[in-house]
C-alpha cells in the first residue's frame, strides 16, 4: 500500500516558479515509478511526468524544457520542479504511484495509487 500526500501548490505569476512535492508513505516506494498528473476546470485529467523508480524519466510534450521530475527515495518523496509556467498550466496536479506499466502507457492506463491533488494557478 502507498499513500500519497501532494503540497507546494499556490499562486505564481506567468513566467514563474514552483516546485511541488508528493511525499509517500509504505517501504515500498523505491521500488514504484512515480508521476505526475493534472486537471484543469473543464478539461480531462492530463499526463505530465513520470520518472521510473531507477531515474527514467518521461514528459508530455507541453511540458518538456519547462518541467523537471525527481525523486529523493531516502525521503520518500517525489518533485516537480516547474519553470516558465504559463497561463494554461494551471490545474490541480496530482501524483501518482505504479510498478505495472511501462513508461510510455502512463498517459493511458488505470494507476494503482493517486494523492488528493494540489491546486497550482498561474496568472497572466
Known amino acids: 500500500q502507498v499513500q500519497l500526500v501532494e503540497s507546494g501548490g499556490g499562486l505564481v505569476q506567468a513566467g514563474g516558479s514552483l516546485r511541488l512535492s508528493c511525499a509517500a508513505s509504505?517501504?515500498?516506494?523505491?521500488?514504484?515509478?512515480m508521476g505526475w498528473f493534472r486537471q484543469a476546470p473543464g478539461k480531462e485529467r492530463e499526463f505530465v511526468a513520470v520518472?521510473?523508480?531507477?531515474?527514467?524519466?518521461l514528459y508530455a510534450d507541453s511540458v518538456k524544457g519547462r518541467f523537471t521530475i525527481s525523486r529523493d527515495n531516502a525521503k520518500n518523496t517525489l518533485y516537480l520542479q516547474m519553470s516558465s509556467l504559463k497561463p494554461e498550466d494551471t490545474a490541480v496536479y496530482y501524483c501518482?504511484?505504479?510498478?505495472?506499466?511501462?513508461?510510455?502507457?502512463?498517459?493511458?492506463?488505470?494507476?494503482?495509487?493517486w494523492g488528493q491533488g494540489t491546486q497550482v494557478t498561474v496568472s497572466s
Open positions: 520518472i521510473s523508480w531507477s531515474g527514467d524519466t
Open positions: 501518482a504511484a505504479d510498478n505495472r506499466y511501462l513508461l510510455h502507457t502512463w498517459g493511458i492506463m488505470p494507476l494503482r495509487y
Open positions: 509504505g517501504r515500498t516506494f523505491s521500488s514504484h515509478d
